[in-house]
């Protein structure tokens, strides 16, 4: 297949998003009036909570076999390299445009965290359609497609949660403090009490020198009777302390949840044959999930461009350096690095030839930010028009970055 009919067949699945984006656009815009930000909420928590986990639950237990598992053990080592690298990478950008402490948890979510789930939700199916497709017939590939592309949304919503959730709170919490350090400090300076201020910080210093003096005195005299608290109360203790670092309702969203149960059905033959098939008793469990499912990708999309929306109206100013270093490395130095990572793991026998399997792991690599870092960001209330800036700029590139990238590893693959 020539590379101007791969490019094509590359270019349709994004103008297709291209154009979906744009109607969510018009639909939030003052004129429509139809997707507002509290319509926007609503339908998010409906594609969160209903949509998103029915098709990721139905086409994992379509196509899960405990055969099939022996070959999708990579998708989670490569998700984490991408995150580890981009992480990496961000921590550079960071140090070389001098970003302001705000930003820096935001830069690191936009270099580490890619679009893992919506994006490929919407181009794989179109790329399936198309005639120049160099993975099959129709069926076959939008039905492993759509499998391979939601263990990738719900593998990635993981390491979102865990890694770039943590990130945002310890950085949003540092510059917190030193911004309230500032202001103690300019009032105090105004105020003309240096001197008071001095002597309580002496006197906190003197005391908690006399605190950690005095307290091994006193522990010193008390008899050496160690407590060694039962395994269950260790656990326990261990266990809230991971759940006070890791907010474990999040890292368990509903997509997740999704994933365990397409696994559970896939992977047992007596559920699978009774839900999945069209001679299945059950299948009528199957034609509903499909029907639920089959909202996602509309309102994904047209979600996103109602809230690219936002960052066209918002007047926060983002360094340009700082917008350029995340189109680099997410257009340019991820996307080369994963073709190298992804091209090694095949030469070494550690991922099967299925050219779908390897164009979705080679695509993780070169597809925009999640939208999820906006939502992070406002938890933390933190730089949030300033991801819409940058979400703005970012997504406006996508559409020619991916579809240079997607038409690049179809030709590698084909």
Same mark, same amino acid.
């Given at each position: 297949?020539?590379?101007?009919?791969?490019?094509?067949?590359?270019?349709?699945?994004?103008?297709?998003?291209?154009?979906?984006?744009?109607?969510?656009?018009?639909?939030?815009?003052?004129?429509?009036?139809?997707?507002?930000?509290?319509?926007?909420?609503?339908?998010?928590?409906?594609?969160?909570?209903?949509?998103?986990?029915?098709?990721?639950?139905?086409?994992?237990?379509?196509?899960?076999?405990?055969?099939? =598992?022996?070959?999708?053990?990579?998708?989670?080592?490569?998700?984490?390299?991408?995150f580890s690298f981009g992480l990496?990478?961000?921590?550079?950008?960071?140090?070389?445009?001098?970003?302001?402490?705000? =930003?820096?948890?935001?830069?690191?979510?936009?270099?580490?965290?890619?679009?893992?789930?919506?994006?490929?939700? #919407?181009?794989?199916?179109?790329?399936?359609?198309?005639?120049?497709?160099?993975?099959?017939?129709?069926?076959?590939?939008? @039905?492993? &497609?759509?499998?391979?592309?939601? /263990?990738?949304?719900?593998?990635?919503?993981?390491? =979102?949660?865990?890694?770039?959730?943590?990130?945002?709170?310890?950085?949003?919490?540092?510059?917190?403090?030193?911004?309230?350090?500032? @202001?103690?400090? *300019?009032? *105090? =300076?105004?105020?003309?009490?240096?001197?008071?201020?001095?002597?309580?910080?002496?006197?906190?210093?003197?005391?908690?020198?006399?605190?950690?003096?005095?307290?091994?005195?006193?522990?010193?005299?008390?008899?050496?009777?160690?407590?060694?608290?039962?395994?269950?109360?260790?656990?326990?203790?261990?266990?809230?302390?991971?759940?006070? @670092?890791?907010?474990?309702?999040?890292?368990? *969203?509903?997509?997740?949840?999704?994933?365990?149960?397409?696994?559970?059905?896939g992977g047992t033959p007596l559920?699978?044959?009774?839900?999945? !098939?069209?001679?299945?008793?059950?299948? +009528?469990?199957?034609?509903?999930?499909?029907?639920? &499912?089959?909202?996602?990708?509309?309102?994904?999309?047209?979600?996103?461009?109602?809230? /690219?929306?936002?960052?066209?109206?918002?007047?926060?100013?983002?360094?340009?350096?700082?917008?350029a270093g995340i189109m680099v490395?997410?257009?340019?130095?991820?996307?080369?690095?994963?073709?190298?990572?992804?091209?090694?793991?095949?030469?070494?026998? /550690?991922?099967?030839?299925?050219?779908?399997?390897?164009?979705?792991?080679?695509?993780?690599?070169? +597809?925009?930010?999640?939208?999820?870092? !906006?939502?992070?960001?406002?938890?933390?209330?933190? !730089?949030?028009?300033?991801?819409?800036?940058?979400?703005?700029?970012?997504?406006?590139?996508?559409? #020619?970055? +991916?579809?240079?990238?997607?038409?690049?590893?179809?030709? @590698?693959?084909?």
């Amino acid at each position: 297949m020539g590379v101007l009919e791969l490019f094509v067949t590359a270019c349709v699945p994004v103008f297709n998003m291209l154009l979906v984006t744009g109607v969510g656009s018009f639909l939030a815009t003052d004129f429509a009036g139809i997707l507002s930000k509290e319509a926007r909420k609503h339908l998010n928590n409906i594609v969160f909570y209903v949509f998103n986990p029915s098709l990721v639950a139905i086409y994992l237990a379509k196509t899960i076999t405990m055969e099939s =598992l022996a070959k999708l053990w990579f998708m989670p080592v490569n998700i984490l390299l991408a995150f580890s690298f981009g992480l990496l990478f961000g921590w550079i950008l960071i140090h070389v445009t001098s970003a302001p402490a705000k =930003l820096r948890g935001l830069i690191l979510g936009c270099c580490s965290a890619g679009n893992l789930g919506n994006i490929f939700l #919407i181009i794989i199916p179109s790329i399936c359609k198309e005639k120049g497709s160099p993975f099959g017939a129709h069926d076959v590939c939008q @039905t492993y &497609g759509l499998a391979y592309s939601s /263990l990738s949304m719900a593998i990635g919503a993981v390491f =979102l949660w865990s890694i770039i959730y943590n990130i945002v709170r310890i950085t949003s919490n540092v510059t917190e403090g030193d911004d309230d350090a500032q @202001t103690n400090q *300019a009032k *105090a =300076l105004t105020s003309g009490d240096v001197t008071e201020i001095v002597s309580e910080e002496s006197h906190s210093i003197s005391n908690h020198g006399m605190n950690e003096s005095t307290l091994p005195l006193i522990s010193s005299n008390i008899p050496g009777t160690k407590y060694k608290a039962p395994f269950s109360e260790r656990a326990m203790k261990c266990l809230s302390s991971v759940s006070a @670092t890791v907010d474990l309702k999040k890292l368990f *969203a509903p997509s997740t949840i999704a994933v365990v149960v397409g696994f559970i059905i896939g992977g047992t033959p007596l559920i699978r044959n009774a839900i999945i !098939g069209d001679g299945a008793p059950l299948r +009528v469990l199957q034609e509903s999930a499909e029907l639920i &499912g089959g909202g996602a990708i509309p309102s994904v999309t047209l979600i996103m461009g109602a809230n /690219l929306l936002s960052g066209i109206r918002g007047g926060s100013s983002v360094p340009p350096s700082v917008i350029a270093g995340i189109m680099v490395v997410r257009y340019i130095l991820l996307p080369l690095l994963g073709t190298a990572l992804v091209k090694g793991a095949v030469r070494l026998g /550690l991922i099967q030839p299925d050219p779908l399997y390897q164009f979705i792991l080679h695509l993780q690599y070169a +597809v925009p930010p999640a939208m999820n870092i !906006g939502t992070i960001m406002q938890l933390f209330g933190v !730089g949030e028009s300033e991801c819409s800036v940058i979400f703005v700029w970012v997504y406006a590139l996508a559409s #020619i970055a +991916v579809t240079i990238w997607s038409a690049f590893f179809m030709w @590698t693959l084909s």
